[in-house]
């Protein structure tokens, strides 16, 4: 009974028995797996001891090269040692900041060359930063095979880099053109609007400094875009829907019994365009449409009547009187404005109706009576015996004799003569024409021309329109003189007063005289020089049917007239001056 064991005790037995061997056995693997773990360690750091190597390496063999494949600013230097690309980037880009940007912005355009704006390359740092000793894999493959493509460093002279950016936003910077609609006879005439731009300094600066090395120098700057207050499409409407209804046709105008036709000429000459918060709109000048009224039918002149001068007397004994001034019924030309315009824009009927209402006098009879009547100005010349061309200086000064001039009117001669016919009762007397003397209607009215002249020029008028013979007739004050020649050679002067001028003319005492009345408003002072630059006068064969012989023998000569005129009320003094040159009298002989 004592030699058996339990369960428990013969399990331990059986469990603990082979523990030895397996210690053996374990202890041989351990060992077994430490040699291979030193082979594998020493076979790895080989390795990696070679990659090390490798990589050293590399860094090292391209810490002096350019990446294989490279572009600086447009300019190709793969395969080039440092040295050799900074001579070719310094050749290249050098040449290019000297040629000229062409910059624009719209229509507008300027030119820049960037060396003369400050601007320089620095080759040195540009490739040292693309060489040089580097541990970073992706640049070390990038210098043995890789491409690269890269913007040249640039050097910066800032105060004429900023100067020139200055220059140019100025010179980029535009305003917007706004549209603009004519009114004519026949229809609107459009002219589009055309977008502005605005470009700052700095865009300026950083547009020469970003296309300074460009292959292409014509560059367009990313201005920004100023619209105009109306645009295209607006104007289209604007036309469309208002102005090619308004002259469609024309309007009738009726006051009373009486009736008026405008034209389109007329709505088109008394209209214009005008934008008004960013809206065109039509505007009408009342004043012209009255004017045209008035001229379609006579009987719609306003009867008021301003205060003026008229001439009573005759000769000598003339002078200027006061005509006093008269209320009077006729258009409101505000009123006409109005209606002419509803009636144009309108869909329904184009008869504008309007009433005749009082008019006031714009001059009155107590305005006339402040004003200083008195002869002004007077003048006459001699007339040689000729009774045919003393018959034309009768009609002529007839017909200027009591012309009134109001104030900012001219005087015109033309208009004062008339056509120059012998239906209209002028003669065929001498005249001169290409330095050669012959005959044709009207001959002797330059010497109305030269009273009229005259009268202006010393009543301190302004002269508008005249010209001097090109030979002097001595009966004329040398370089104070007029011809006239109808349709061609006009005299012309306008009143610069503030009161009305009457001019007088008549003959006398184998003269011709002319006397200007009117407000006293101008001092005048003339001068006239020695005569000087003596030339004598051509030989004329002339084959005109009325050519004169003339035996020549007068010399031309050149003289200066001068005129200062000091007004009496203000002390203003104005001075002008003239230099005429007259030809010598020519020696003529007239071929049969």
């Given at each position: ?6 369960p428990d ?8 028995s ?7 056995a374990r202890?041989?693997?351990a ?7 030193l082979?594998?360690t020493?076979i790895?750091g ?6 090390g ?9 391209t ?16 395969g ?9 980037l310094?050749?290249?880009l ?6 000229e ?7 507008a355009?300027?030119k ?5 704006a400050?601007?320089?390359i620095d080759t040195?740092?540009t490739?040292e ?18 491409s690269?493509e890269?913007?040249?460093?640039q ?5 004429p880099?900023?100067?020139?950016a200055?220059e140019v936003?100025?010179?980029?910077t535009t ?7 004519n009114l ?13 731009h605005?470009?700052s300094?700095?865009l ?5 400094t970003?296309?300074?090395f460009?292959?292409?120098?014509s ?8 619209d105009?207050?109306?645009s295209?499409?607006?104007w289209n409407e ?6 090619e209804?308004y002259?469609?046709?024309p309007?009738t ?5 009486e009736?008026?036709?405008?034209s389109v000429?007329d709505l ?8 008004k918060?960013s ?9 012209a449409?009255?004017s045209?009224v008035e001229?379609s ?5 306003s ?6 001068l ?11 009187e ?6 009077g ?8 404005g109005e ?10 009927g184009r ?17 006339a ?10 003048f006459?010349?001699?007339?040689p ?6 018959k034309?200086?009768v ?7 009591g ?5 900012g009117?001219s ?8 056509p ?6 002028y ?7 290409n ?9 002797g009215l330059s ?6 002249y005259n009268?202006g020029?010393l009543?301190?008028?302004d ?6 013979h090109?030979?002097w007739?001595?009966?004329y004050?040398?370089g104070?003189e007029s ?15 503030k009161?009305p001028?009457v001019?007088?003319?008549?003959l ?7 006397a ?9 002072k ?6 000087y ?5 051509p ?5 005109d049917?009325?050519c004169?012989p ?8 050149t003289v ?7 007004n009496v009320?203000?002390?203003?003094v ?6 005429t040159?007259y ?9 049969d």
């Amino acid at each position: 009974m004592d030699s058996q064991l339990g369960p428990d005790e013969t399990a331990t037995q059986e469990q603990s028995s082979p523990q030895p061997a397996n210690r053996r056995a374990r202890k041989k693997r351990a060992e077994k797996r430490k040699r291979g773990g030193l082979i594998a360690t020493s076979i790895t750091g080989g390795v990696l001891l070679l990659a090390g190597a490798a990589y050293v390496g590399s860094a090292w063999y391209t810490s002096d090269k350019l990446p294989a494949n490279l572009t600086v600013s447009g300019v190709d230097i793969s395969g080039l040692s440092t040295d050799e690309a900074a001579a070719k980037l310094d050749k290249e880009l050098g040449s290019k900041l000297t040629k000229e940007l062409t910059l624009t912005a719209g229509n507008a355009t300027t030119k820049v060359t960037p060396a003369k704006a400050g601007i320089g390359i620095d080759t040195k740092a540009t490739l040292e930063e693309l060489s040089g000793w580097s541990w970073n894999p992706k640049t070390i493959i990038e210098r043995l095979s890789g491409s690269q493509e890269v913007s040249i460093k640039q050097t910066i002279d800032d105060k004429p880099l900023k100067k020139k950016a200055t220059e140019v936003a100025e010179a980029l910077t535009t305003d917007p053109v706004e549209g603009k609609v004519n009114l004519t006879e026949n229809g609107p005439e459009f002219t589009e609007p055309e977008n502005g731009h605005k470009v700052s300094e700095e865009l300026a600066r950083t547009t020469i400094t970003k296309n300074a090395f460009a292959a292409k120098r014509s560059v367009s700057v990313d201005a920004k875009v100023v619209d105009p207050q109306v645009s295209t499409d607006k104007w289209n409407e604007f036309i469309d829907t208002t102005v090619e209804p308004y002259l469609s046709g024309p309007v009738t105008v009726k006051a009373g019994d009486e009736t008026a036709e405008l034209s389109v000429k007329d709505l088109s000459k008394a209209t214009v365009v005008e934008v008004k918060d960013s809206t065109p709109q039509l505007k009408t000048d009342d004043d012209a449409l009255k004017s045209a009224v008035e001229g379609s039918n006579s009987k719609l002149h306003s009867t008021a009547q301003n205060a003026s001068l008229k001439l009573v007397g005759s000769g000598a004994n003339a002078k200027a009187e006061i005509v006093p001034s008269k209320t009077g019924k006729g258009l409101d030309a505000k009123e006409l404005g109005e209606k002419v315009r509803a009636a144009a824009e309108s869909t329904s009927g184009r008869t504008a109706t309007v009433t005749l209402s009082t008019q006031e006098p714009t001059v009155t009879t107590a305005d006339a009576k402040k004003w200083k009547v008195t002869k002004v100005a007077e003048f006459a010349t001699p007339y040689p015996y000729d009774p045919t061309r003393t018959k034309n200086l009768v009609a002529g000064s007839k017909r200027i004799n009591g012309s009134v001039i109001e104030p900012g009117e001219s005087f015109d001669l033309a208009q004062k003569f008339g056509p120059v016919t012998e239906a209209n009762g002028y003669y065929s007397s001498g005249v001169v024409v290409n330095s050669v003397s012959t005959k044709a209607v009207g001959g002797g009215l330059s010497q109305i021309a030269t009273m009229a002249y005259n009268a202006g020029y010393l009543a301190g008028m302004d002269i508008e329109a005249w010209r001097p013979h090109n030979r002097w007739f001595d009966r004329y004050p040398a370089g104070r003189e007029s011809t006239y020649w109808e349709g061609s050679i006009n005299v012309k002067w306008k009143n610069n007063t503030k009161a009305p001028v009457v001019v007088a003319m008549w003959l006398a005492d184998n003269k011709v005289h002319t006397a200007v009345y009117g407000h006293k408003t101008w001092d005048v002072k003339t001068s006239t020089s020695d005569f000087y630059n003596y030339t004598t006068g051509p030989t004329i064969t002339s084959n005109d049917p009325h050519c004169i012989p003339e035996s020549g023998g007068k010399r031309g000569f050149t003289v200066d007239v001068s005129r200062t005129r000091t007004n009496v009320e203000t002390g203003e003094v104005l001075k002008d001056s003239q230099t005429t040159r007259y030809d010598g009298w020519p020696k003529v002989t007239c071929k049969d």
